[in-house]
């Protein structure tokens, strides 16, 4: 892939390149990869802001697709050198079906597989989650593990049930023969709970700040601590991996890394607060106003009301019996195997991540300062 009459001829395909991580990930892309051609951006829904990334020096080509649709997926892949698989339905609050999310994490990145194989694609990189190994039903905490920490992971929810099994069928299509009969090399990332610009749940809790009054209240023990990554950071990590998985096929194919930073140990609400302090909110209470009882009953009721409404109208609030175990088990990763395996630093320092963020947030209509 990278002789010199190829040295500047790379095609990349990423799916998903017009949601939060994504877009991320196609600006990267392009600050990043001197290697690059073609830049191919795969999504259902196409974003306004890919017509002024065309008029740089990389060829950007804007696909609107459905990663289901084998034969959609099969003519994006046709060409491309890397893929970068981030498309998924990411939804812990009931909005879509179990069926459909597994259809779109599942049966869609078993299309990618197959149309790296048909296509002659050989490097796979796939976004895989923190969720694939926990919280687990049991709630048990996973404190600074790495990747070979034991953990129970168990679930129930179609979400990380359908990340789990993607990532499988990523890991298991490593050396797989593609067109051409060289190997498939594959790797998962995954990012614990990623923040950023664009970050849909952090306008959300904005939002809510604004509406009562300038203040949030707590509602999960400050000790309880949730692992958090910057998206500039997940971003650049898998432009780092699609690169080097060429170069360190034997040592990383097959491989899964969780997604890391230098941002803080915190819970998740003090870890917003970070963001959300500086631009006018604060969070009521040095413990949950409400006991962990009553919120396990308002997240049942919750649930209730979703399933008693859905003929009418959809009801999907942050609060459900999933969010509120996730939100309330400690899950936290310490690890530098990607720093082993493919030489990854943190490209955004803690500081810089942290004013970019509050940055974004300021910038939102309506900012409390
Ligand atoms: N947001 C987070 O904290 C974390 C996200 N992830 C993973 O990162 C990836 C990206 O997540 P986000 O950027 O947060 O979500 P997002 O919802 O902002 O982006 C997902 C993108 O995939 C696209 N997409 C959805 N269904 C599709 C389909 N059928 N065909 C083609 N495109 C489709 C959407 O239009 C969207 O642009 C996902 O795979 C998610 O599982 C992993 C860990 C944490
Ligand atoms: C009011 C409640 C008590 C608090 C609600 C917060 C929750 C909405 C969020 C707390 C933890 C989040 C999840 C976590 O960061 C891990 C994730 C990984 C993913 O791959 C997808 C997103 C998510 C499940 C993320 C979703 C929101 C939270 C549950």
Redesign the pocket.
């Known amino acids: 892939m990278a002789d010199s009459a190829q040295a500047q001829k790379l095609v990349y395909l990423v ?8 877009e991320h990930v196609v600006r990267m892309l392009l600050q990043q990869e001197p290697r690059l051609c073609e830049l191919r951006i ?4 196409l974003d306004p802001w890919l017509e002024e990334l065309k008029t740089g020096p990389v060829q950007v080509t804007a696909i609107q ?4 649709q084998a034969h959609e997926v099969a003519a994006a892949v046709a060409g491309a050198h890397v893929v970068i698989h ?5 939804d812990v609050f009931g909005r879509a079906s179990p069926e459909t999310i597994h259809e ?2 599942v049966q ?1 990145t078993q299309n990618v597989i197959e149309a790296c194989v048909q296509s002659g694609t050989r490097f796979l990189v796939y ?5 694939v190994v926990g919280p687990n039903v049991k709630g048990q905490p996973f404190y600074r593990g790495n990747e070979n920490t034991p953990y129970e992971a168990a679930h129930r929810h179609p979400y990380p049930c359908s ?1 789990a099994l993607a990532e499988r069928l990523v890991l298991e299509a490593n050396g797989r023969k593609v067109r051409g009969g060289l190997p498939l090399v594959t790797c998962a990332l ?5 923040y950023g610009e664009g ?2 749940i952090m306008r959300d809790f904005y939002h809510q700040g604004l509406r009562l009054g300038g203040r949030l209240f707590r509602a999960i023990p400050a000790s309880v601590e949730h692992g958090r990554v910057y998206v500039g950071n997940v971003a650049w990590m898998h432009v780092l991996v699609a690169r080097e998985l060429e170069h360190r096929a034997a040592l990383m194919g097959g491989q899964v890394y969780f997604c890391y930073d230098n941002s803080p140990y915190k819970s998740y609400e003090d870890f917003n607060m970070e963001f959300l302090g500086p631009c006018g909110l604060r969070l009521v209470g040095a413990r949950p106003l409400l006991p962990y009882w009553l919120l396990v009953l308002l997240a049942a009721l919750n649930a209730l009301l979703q399933w008693l409404l859905r003929p009418l109208l959809l009801y999907a609030p942050l609060l459900n019996p999933y969010t509120l175990a996730v939100a309330n088990t400690t899950f936290t990763v310490s690890t530098d195997k990607a720093q082993r395996h493919f030489g990854y630093e943190p490209l955004f320092s803690w500081e810089e991540s942290r004013t970019r963020t509050i940055r974004w947030v300021q910038a939102m209509e309506g900012s409390a300062q």
Do not use: W, Y
């Open positions: 799916t998903g390149g017009c949601g939060f991580l994504g795969f999504d259902l829904h697709g459905d990663v289901t981030t498309a998924g339905l990411v779109v994490n869609g976004t895989s989650s923190m969720e990340k995954r990012p614990t709970g990623i970050h849909q």
